[in-house]
């Protein structure tokens, strides 16, 4: 029902452009529409921005968050909160979305779209995001020699854009983790020991 209503609120988005990721779930579906909806009537960069800038906003705010997380809460309170929330700023698509989650009490939901919805924007701006786990944080020039071995690296692409992270987790001893997409190499020294107690115990 709320792809129907959501269409019908974003009908002028039928040739807008095609979502770079296929997404799943009732937050990625949203989150797909308000794409193709922001590339034809507003722009890709402005919906995200809102949209961003929306769930900062709701996520530093605990009783905005306690309210828009309600879902007991009375239609027509949730249209008060909308109303509040669609300021001038806010791009034309996102406003259409809040309206559309808050008649179907959906409100809740706003912060995983959020999330679902820079998967989109990031792919579709040829972004790869990954991660490097260390157990310290990693000095300015081991990081960017990391970062230089995986963007040339047939995982990432010369068409596309790493965006490299530092996850400090003690609990892997020493080594590196390297998360991308689906994909993990892990150089811990956590798993050398898992490898070698494994190694012992049918050695023993």
Do not use: H, W
Not at 57 to 80: A, F, G, M, W
Not at 136 to 159: C, H, M, N, T, Y
């Amino acid at each position: 029902m709320f792809g129907r209503i959501f269409t019908r609120s974003l009908a002028t988005a039928s040739k807008g452009v095609k979502p770079p990721v296929q997404l799943f779930g009732l937050d990625g579906t949203y989150a797909t529409a308000l794409f193709t909806a922001a590339s034809k009537n507003t722009s890709i960069q402005s919906a995200s921005s809102s949209l961003s800038g929306l769930s900062k906003l709701i996520e530093s705010d605990p009783k905005l968050k306690e309210i828009v997380t309600n879902p007991s809460l009375p239609s027509q309170d949730r249209t008060v909160i909308v109303d509040t929330l669609c300021t001038e700023k806010l791009d034309g698509t996102v406003a259409n979305l809040l309206k559309v989650l808050a008649e179907n009490n959906r409100l809740d939901i706003l912060p995983k779209i959020s999330t679902q919805f820079t998967v989109l924007t990031d792919a579709y701006n040829g972004l790869v995001k990954a991660t490097v786990i260390s157990a310290q944080p990693l000095d300015s020039k081991s990081f960017k020699r990391i970062e230089k071995a995986v963007a040339q690296s047939s995982l990432v692409g010369s068409s596309k854009t790493l965006k490299l992270v530092n996850d400090v987790r003690p609990e892997i001893q020493g080594g590196l983790i390297v998360e991308l997409g689906d994909k993990t190499v892990d150089l811990s020294v956590a798993a050398k020991l898992q490898k070698l107690n494994k190694a012992l115990e049918e050695y023993i």
